[in-house]
């Protein structure tokens, strides 16, 4: 018995002991150089460039909207501030930290996922919202969001724990290597290297030279239709509310998905909702789902995604609609419905 | 219930830590309630199937006993009708079905296909249908006594850790133990709990990992290098290795704590210097089952050699059946049998052979037939041989394979699985080296429990074989 105790104890003992500086360390490193949310936060709280287009969204902003493509053709100063699947609810933190520190720009977009209206939807990476709970406009949003963010102590560090072990191998080793060689840079943790390959970043857009991914076919049949929940339409509508007022040429947009995606997915409540609220502000919706080249599979990698050559098409299609809407020249080439 | 859930991490202690506050009297039914807790859930309804298979060949038991002469055989026949029967209707069902559309097709007689029944398999059916079959079998044969106990005979057949995925038990080996009165025995709760670690390091740290590589160049693999399809194959069959003799060891392991013995599955097969004697290490409790229910009734090695290349071919193929509705794994089962066969006609010429070459080249063996049990289909089987051969100049290798398998994870995966292979060529299955050796243990049991902890992938992904 005496045995068993020994090894038994001694055992956990040492395994937990080792397992926890593992983990321990890992959180803190990641939360010191790789926290996903950081760069977004960082150039929210100290940026004040005077910029004269912005695009608020989700990832299907920064694949889609190349922020060079715009200013060249369009002569304006864009910028992507987009977060890794971010709900409604984190757009509108955006909204609400870019107001604090920045002149109204010329043009605010904000971009839509069938997910925007699900107010309660945990945000892909929350875990990581905790490090800013501090922050009044993160408090007073997300703790609205999921009681999660009310909650301090175990249910974090059990949450943090979960997300944190499950990182992979290479974002393993990336974030360990930066004992060794503190210089080395991760551009982002969350892509592995074989992301990181043709990647073009600028001005928040990441541009992405990837083929379409077979696994994406699988997703193609989804069935049902989006979430819509009160507290996604109220966030909406303050969203739209706020973003009127605060610059007045705000414009709704849903960048491109595959064509082929969603034949059995019933989307008719959500763009009816979503064209209620943009009417109800006078704001303009821009669809460019249902376009025929979108219907081209070389474009994207996956069904919601546009790679390098699609963000391009989208984008150069995109800045001849800006040029039409600000300065009305005839190149209209939006093939969704302006309303 | 899967032993990598979380539901298990509490199931386990609980239901071990009651058996052994219970009197002894009341064990049986303990056992009982939580092996039907543990099945349930999957899918609860499933457990009637389990429970009708138990009450016939409970009864069919009984009356193989009272009887004599052609009665004792009708009995016999009823019980393994019933649970051959149970295993066409809910496993063969669909390839019964596809196999008469190919043919009246193929004879023009009915263009349409006849649609499937949509019905899922029971989990473990094959297994539980087969130790029950075992039971019927050996009292017939009279080596077995009938258990009266309808308790204890539910049990042999539901014991919750060999359930799902075996080892599939022999009666003479268990039924006495759900007798037995067992004392908290403080060396086999830790050898228990000591192959129960190595064999969650075996699934969680080893075949979770390395079955991201397998099934990205499985779903694809013309666009991947020759060397990544030869590393997906070897990868394979370690997975399997790792995934199947990981649960073993969990299933021994949990029922060592109280007191059991399940019979040993897995004797480190990839160690054989012929086919012959991986299938003595391979799922042992699954080759003597067909060795001595299958092999045997048909002749065995009596008779002529031909016949007995016959009696092989039949096994070997049936087996493959038993592992799944799918003429790959009759092909699978088939491709081992010619193996055994080939090495039986050239013994004598392969036994000059040097031990080394002879392992490589079973291993090699071993790994291409493994090809038509993973393959969806021939035609995905068709396209790795494929690539297997014509991909080494016109596609680059890719070191990172899928969007999270790169060099970082083949360097891990190595380095565990050259571990695992290590650590097993020097101790016993069942690890009890390490009982002599107090250090040496508590060496162990932190380093593995650490690796689980900081490597182990927590996706609560199934056990391979829980599909038979």
Known sequence: MKRLLITLFSSLFIATGFSAFFYHKLNELVSE???PLRETVEFLDSDTTNYDAIFIGSSRIYFHVNPKIIDSICKLNTRCIAIDGATISEKYIILLKYIQHHPAPKLLFLGLDYTSLDGEHLPYDYPYYYAYMNDPVFDSIMSRVNKRFYYKGLFRFYDTFIRISARTDYQKYAVFSTLITPSKKFTDLSDEPSWQIGLKKYKGYSGLERKWQKESDLEMNITGKPNIDKLGVEFFDMFVKNAREYCPNTIILYTPIYGGFGRNFDTRSFFDQVNETAGKYNVPFWNYVGGKEWMNKKFFYNWGHLNLDGSTLFSYKLANDINNFMYGTHSDTLNGVRR | MLFNSSEFLLFFPIVTLLYFILPHKLRWLHLLVSSCVFYC????????????????????GIYIDKNQGRTRKVFLIVSLITNIG??????????????????????SINRTPIS????????????????AMSYTIEVYKGKQKPQRHFGIYALYVMFYPQLVAGPIERPQNVMHQYLERHRFNPEMFLDGLRLMLWGFFKKLVIADRISVYVNVIYDNPSQYHSLNVAIAMVFFAIQIYCDFSGYTDIARGAARTMGFNLMQNFNRPYQSVSVTEFWSRWHIS???????????????NRGSRFRNYINLAIVFMVSGLWHGASWTFVVWGALHGLYVITERVGSKFFEKIPSLIRYVVTFILVCLAWVFFRAADFHQATAIFH?????FHNVPFAWFVGTHFGKHSMMLSVLFIGFMLML???????????????????????LVLTLIICFGIFTNSSFIYFQF
Do not use: M
């Not at chain 2, 899918?43 to 016939?56: A, G, Q």
């Not at chain 2, 690539?387 to 991909?391: E, G, K």
């Open chain 1, 33 to 35: 150089n790789f926290n």
């Open chain 2, 41 to 60: 859930a999957f899918i609860p309804v499933y457990i009637s199937i389990l429970f009708l298979t138990i009450v016939i060949d409970y009864l069919a």
């Open chain 2, 86 to 107: 149970i295993l066409c209707v809910f496993k063969y069902n669909n390839f019964f079905i596809d196999n008469v559309t190919a043919i009246l097709q193929a004879l």
């Open chain 2, 116 to 131: 499937h029944w949509n019905i899922l398999l029971p989990l473990g059916l094959s297994f539980h249908t087969f130790q």
């Open chain 2, 286 to 300: 699954l080759s003597t089952w067909f060795r001595d229910y299958l092999y045997i009734p048909l002749g065995g």
């Open chain 2, 387 to 391: 690539s297997l051969i014509t991909n």
């Open chain 2, 424 to 446: 097993e060529k020097f101790t016993k299955p069942e690890l009890l080296e390490f009982n002599n050796k107090k250090f040496v243990d508590i060496i162990f049991c932190s």
